[in-house]
């Protein structure tokens, strides 16, 4: 302390308490830099495992890898606790499709399914030629608002971002993100990194769907919509070599419509391919998801029954053939037609599928075109499914 020639006692200048508060000043300053740095290492972490993301899932050679990589990588590059998508699938074509090339949906959980533009959740504004695209919409999770976008949605979900995936301003669904922590989406974020990852995710969905789409067109009959032969030829050593590793029976049907060319005489080629298509129908509606049906030229067709014996595919043959032969077919109001099959079966059963698989399925399928040959020589409209007995020669 110091006293003035007044007498007035004052304070002198304290060097040690500004040395103090620069000192401070200067260790807050650290701090925000260590954290500045930090933040811009872990964004840059981010966004190395997104660009590696990216890659994966343009990469991607069908729809179930492309689904999976979505579902398995997603969460974890973006500490997510939920992931779903929405897909506008008008008319179930997307579905019918991937149901015919295999695809297992109860694989997929997070995958939806919506037939309308506004069972994805999000504000679409206005719509047609012109309309801004929708944005993202960020909140809070509410349990009956987003049922539909997360059915199976993890306790404790607590804030939530729906995100539109558009191709050429089209909108084809949605990628819904979901995360226990409160402030991770909010209404005050941007959403330029989602929206960018959105793109990504719709251009890739898109492709790999017309990809699909072209995959079905080339193993599908264009006349019955059942598959054709290319499909089943393959299908055949697939199932050949799964049999054989999991020790169950697979049966072939060889199926013929009866006198099919007096079915052309008679009602023109117009009327025999309504023929075709009606019976190609009759026969899938008594199949399990897992058989297949294809045409395999002209009026043939065959079925691929999975884990079925001699004795239970010919039943199914049975259901077929009276089926078709039940209920006169309907070409017009006018004009009803009665058609008949013939079916051959055969059965591969376990220890039956040893050897070439292209070569065990050449001899399958003409067992079975014998047995139906048999069924023709019988009188037709029947099944054959185990050689008849040779003709004893009359004395």
Known sequence: ???????????????????????????????????????????????????????????????????????????????????????????????????????????????????????????????????????????????????????????????????????????????????????????????????????????????VISNEMLKYIGLTDSLTGVYNRRYIDRRLLEEIARARRQAYPISFMYIDIDHFKRVNDTVGHGGGDDVLREVATRIKDELRASDAVARFGGEEFVVLLIDANLESAAFVAERIRASVAGTMIALSPELQLSVTVSIGVACLEPGHTDGDPVAVARAWVAQADTLLYAAKDAGRNRVVSVAPPPAVPSS
């Open 1 to 207: 302390m110091t006293q003035t020639a007044t007498g007035k006692v004052t304070a002198p200048t304290d060097h040690a308490t500004r040395a103090n508060d620069l000192a401070a000043e200067n260790q807050a300053l650290r701090a925000r830099m260590a954290y500045l740095l930090e933040q811009a290492e872990r964004n840059h972490s981010i966004m190395t495992r997104h660009q590696a993301f990216d890659l994966n899932i343009v990469g991607a050679a069908n729809f179930p890898e492309l689904v999976g990589t979505i579902f398995r990588v997603l969460p974890v590059i973006s500490e997510l606790d939920s992931v779903t998508l929405t897909l506008v699938d008008e008319g179930a074509d997307i579905r019918e499709v991937m149901l015919k090339l295999d695809v297992v949906f109860a694989d997929f959980p997070g995958l939806i399914f919506v037939e309308e533009l506004d069972g994805l959740g999000f504000e679409l504004g206005q719509r047609g030629p012109g309309a801004p695209p929708p944005k993202p919409l960020l909140g809070m999770y509410d349990a009956t608002r987003h049922a539909r976008q997360f059915p199976d949605a993890p306790a404790g979900l607590q804030s939530v971002a729906l995100v539109p995936l558009l191709r050429n301003k089209r909108v084809i669904g949605g990628l819904n993100l979901g995360s226990r922590d409160p402030t991770r989406f909010t209404p005050s974020l941007g959403t330029d990194f989602v929206e960018h990852m959105a793109s990504i995710i719709a251009i890739c969905l898109e492709n």
